[in-house]
């Protein structure tokens, strides 16, 4: 058999260093940049049905600029590491609009307009009750704000006009989910730039540079450093870098890199909690599998607690205990390595009565089953120990290779249907004192556990057939009641009349209350990755639940019976406060913010439709 390197993609490039199919030509030039994409790139790109990647025909609309800046310092910063500059340039060129200005590059990353002028209002930490504080709002991921925290209802939510437009410069995708506090809003972007913005106006009190992409939420809590006491702002980024920040100034108070694997990236938001902030790591491993010589795999999935005020570690935790070894090799000869994988791609819950804390896993990259993959997995906050697991599905031993490489030559023997845990455990107490963990998994099914039998199966139910990016993609919203459930059910390439719907689930039953058909997709004039999918995660008000779509559209939908109440469509070019050319797109990753009358949300996503706004909305 004779190997075609050019149809495997590890992102970009990676196969142009590890096969030695180097480009020859150093000029900057169409004929340069298209050699660069049907030799490393053509294989994920025009395969998007296999790899999840942008489609080319959607990149080509897409400004030059924006795509070496993904390459340079974004998203795909990690495939741009691996060739040359001229490159990255070429081919940013031959797919793009417009030429690449790289020595510009520094400069543009910042907005040219839009900082706030005057003393910035004081700041005070008011604790979980109000604001929107890291990825869930709660110390138990529930996204839901109560009346006096959100500011609205089902009564005034048909009140909410778009109040200002922020857009992120150089970037095409806006995934990085809003945090507030005490009228500021803190944000990171795809670029690396984190911002702390007025809420009101939507103006720039301070920016920070991290060293790679930020997609977490900021989590949020006060420490004491040096005697003086401040708030601080948590997150990760693409480096597997925890930074601390100053919230007011926005100074760096401590940066750390917690895990040294290469293909280490935190994806989860940091939870911050008694003066320790708990971060979880995932990886793109299972991308580099596509390579067939590549030593499939070596990553586990970890959870580490750090000291909130001066970013030592306190524990660390993976969640395969075993250090991956050589179990076999490829059709190649290739060696295997395993057990790996089961990374924790969201943020941790916090159980403060059993003094717990809950990870939900993803699937195994390589053999053996560790046990601990597509689990929900139980760890004592102090300590780290695990204190139980409990595995919903076992044998989903899966990496990229089996499904985007003809030959599938790193593909698991059996491998799985890739059903991880992309959402967070939601834990919630109901009116007669029981407690139960809810758990939305890519599969389709609802999970219900008892937190206090180890984690034993109360209920399950399916709301959707699943698949490798949902079923149950991002985040459900709970109450002491009920759990709301979107469904993404996205194949590739997008179809846009498959997936969507909203559910209602009695949480002490898992009976269904009432399911919603999705609206018709607005996908008219839009380009490649539009649909109806619902795949961003939810969020609750009284009387609302609101859940975004690949078409763009935020829709308030009632509890009572699924109806919607509101509706904006965001996927079009606005007017920014920044001075910055925005677009919307597709909804997809963070839900809103609520808080305070006001509702935030990004636009744009990277493997569907792009865009680069934040939009803020408030009552009329």
Request: proline share 6%; hydrophobic share 40%.
């Amino acid at each position: 058999m004779v190997v075609s390197f050019n149809r495997w993609c590890v992102g970009i490039t990676l196969l142009l260093l590890i096969a030695g199919c180097e480009v020859k030509n150093p000029q900057a030039s169409a004929a340069l940049g298209e050699q660069v994409f049907n030799d490393a790139c053509a294989g994920c790109h025009d395969t998007p049905e296999l790899t999840r990647a942008t489609p080319k025909a959607a990149m080509e609309a897409l400004q030059a600029n924006a795509i070496f800046v993904s390459l340079e310092r974004g998203p795909m910063s990690f495939q741009g590491m691996l060739i040359r500059r001229e490159q990255r340039i070429a081919v940013a060129e031959y797919l793009g609009q417009g030429k690449v200005a790289p020595e510009e590059v520094e400069r543009k990353l910042l907005p040219p307009t839009g900082y706030c002028t005057g003393t910035a209002p004081p700041l005070t930490f008011h604790g979980r009750e109000t604001g929107w504080n890291g990825w869930g709002a709660d110390l138990v991921n529930s996204r839901t704000r109560n009346a006096a925290a959100a500011g609205m209802t089902a009564a005034t939510v048909s009140g909410l006009k778009l109040k200002w437009v922020f857009a992120f410069p150089e970037s095409l995708t806006a995934m990085a989910h809003p945090a507030y506090l005490d009228g500021r809003l803190f944000i990171g972007s795809a670029t690396g730039v984190v911002y702390s913005l007025d809420a009101a106006s939507g103006c720039i009190r301070w920016t920070y540079q991290a060293p790679a992409t930020v997609r977490t939420a900021m989590t949020i809590g006060p420490i004491t450093r040096h005697g003086k006491t401040r708030i601080a702002l948590f997150f990760g980024d693409f480096k597997a870098n925890v930074t601390a920040l100053d919230a007011v100034s926005g100074e760096l108070l401590w940066q750390k890199k917690i895990e040294d694997h290469i293909y280490a990236r935190i994806t989860g938001s940091p939870h911050f909690y008694q003066g320790r902030v708990y971060i979880p790591m995932s990886s793109f491993e299972e991308m580099t599998a596509m390579n067939p010589r590549y030593e499939c795999c070596t990553f586990r999935g970890s959870i580490t607690a750090l000291d909130a005020a001066s970013g030592d570690q306190v524990w660390k935790t993976y969640m395969i205990k075993d250090t991956p070894v050589i179990n076999g090799n490829n059709k190649l000869g290739v060696p295997q390595r395993g057990p790996s994988g089961a990374p924790v791609w969201s943020a941790p819950t916090v159980d403060a009565k059993r003094g717990l804390l809950y990870v939900a896993t993803g699937g195994n990259y390589s053999q053996p089953d560790s046990g601990t993959s597509d689990a929900v997995v139980a760890l004592d906050l102090k300590s780290g120990a695990i204190r139980w697991v409990r595995q919903l599905l076992q044998g989903d031993v899966f990496n990229t290779s089996c499904a985007a490489t003809p030959d599938q030559i790193n593909c698991p023997e059996d491998a799985g249907p890739d059903f991880d845990f992309g959402s967070s455990p939601v834990l919630r107490t109901m009116q007669d004192g029981k407690a139960i963990l809810v758990a939305g998994q890519k599969s389709g099914v609802v999970h219900a556990l008892d937190p206090d039998r180890e984690g034993a199966v109360l209920w399950q139910t399916r709301v959707s057939q699943g698949g490798p990016l949902g079923g149950i993609q991002w985040g459900m919203a709970v109450t002491e009641d009920t759990v709301y459930a979107a469904v993404s059910d996205i194949n590739f390439p997008i179809d846009p009349n498959t997936g969507g719907g909203l559910h209602a689930i009695r949480l002490a039953t898992g009976e269904k209350l009432w399911s919603t058909t999705p609206p018709p997709p607005d996908c008219a004039g839009v380009p490649a990755g539009c649909g109806r999918a619902q795949s961003a995660a939810l969020t609750l008000v009284p009387g609302v639940v609101f859940s975004g779509s690949l078409d763009g559209h935020l829709r308030g939908y009632s509890t009572a019976d699924g109806k919607v109440l509101w509706d904006f469509a965001t996927a079009r070019s606005f007017d920014t406060v920044n001075g910055v050319p925005g677009s919307g797109g597709s909804l997809n990753g963070p839900g809103p913010a609520v808080a305070d009358g006001m509702l935030f949300v990004n636009s744009g996503y990277y493997n569907a439709v792009h865009g680069n706004v934040l939009l803020a909305f408030a009552l009329q």
